[in-house]
């Protein structure tokens, strides 16, 4: 069964730093992997798409990674700002689950403090 | 752009009651799933459905129901409320990439 794990739960930092939200998946054999934002009370905003034959996706400030093979992927958030403050989730769509579905991890809520 | 729509909003619901939410989307999408997110949680798998006339279950469907009778519907149907199903409700509809595209929730107590 694919597990996906986030970490750092949470995160705060200041205005202006770059940095970088981990997400681990337990099954190599995906489709695709995506990073979703979610500001609170509200639905989740696809930010990137990442295919399973690619390695990155870019757009704008923010870069994201894929590794297959060692089961990591790696949302990179340049130059942060206090708008970026929301929770980050990745998931993952599996080829062997047997549902055609996405498997979420738990999230990292990021504050970006001004 | 309308994309993927939920009523209600919010709704309180009293144990033993049933009621429907409802999903709608208009990008011609066959992939539609219905998600719940409990606090402090990732999104767990209700029902999902790869086109009109199909739906399969997720990993959490005791206590639901839907039904898919158009392309562009998904209603999720709650029968005998419970405490258990206070959650927020996200319905979803995927694209021909790959790509997963959200309703803003519905947000259910059950008291």
């Known amino acids: 069964k694919q597990e996906v794990t986030q970490i750092p739960a949470a995160l705060s930092v200041p205005e202006g730093e770059n940095l970088v939200l981990n997400c681990s998946f337990t099954?190599?054999?995906?489709?695709?992997l995506q990073w979703f934002r979610q500001d609170p009370g509200k639905g989740l905003t696809s930010l990137l798409l990442?295919?399973?034959?690619?390695r990155e996706q870019t757009s704008g400030r923010l870069n994201a990674s894929l590794d297959k093979s060692s089961g990591r992927s790696t949302l990179y958030i340049a130059a942060s700002q206090p708008g970026d403050s929301a929770t980050y989730l990745c998931?993952?769509?599996?080829?062997?689950?047997?549902?055609?579905?996405?498997?979420f991890g738990s999230g990292t809520r990021l504050q970006v403090q001004p | 752009n309308a994309g993927v729509t939920q009523t209600p909003k919010f709704r309180i619901l009293k144990i033993g009651q049933s009621m429907t939410l409802q999903c709608a989307q208009d990008?011609?999408?066959?992939?539609m799933y219905w998600y719940r997110q409990d606090p402090g949680m990732g999104l767990k798998l209700i029902y999902y459905?790869?086109?009109?006339?199909?739906?399969d279950k997720g990993e959490v469907p005791n206590g639901y129901n839907v039904s898919r009778s158009t392309t562009e519907d998904f209603p999720l149907r709650l029968e005998l409320a419970a405490p258990s199903q206070t959650s927020v409700y996200f319905c979803?509809?995927?694209?021909?990439?790959?790509?997963?595209?959200f309703g803003e929730g519905s947000r259910l107590t059950v008291l």
């Open positions: 979803a509809s995927r694209g021909g990439t790959g790509e997963l595209f």
């Open positions: 099954d190599s054999a995906i489709y695709n």
């Open positions: 990442i295919q399973s034959s690619q």
């Open positions: 998931a993952v769509f599996s080829v062997d689950t047997g549902r055609r579905a996405l498997t």
């Open positions: 990008m011609n999408h066959n992939y």
């Open positions: 459905s790869v086109g009109a006339g199909i739906t």
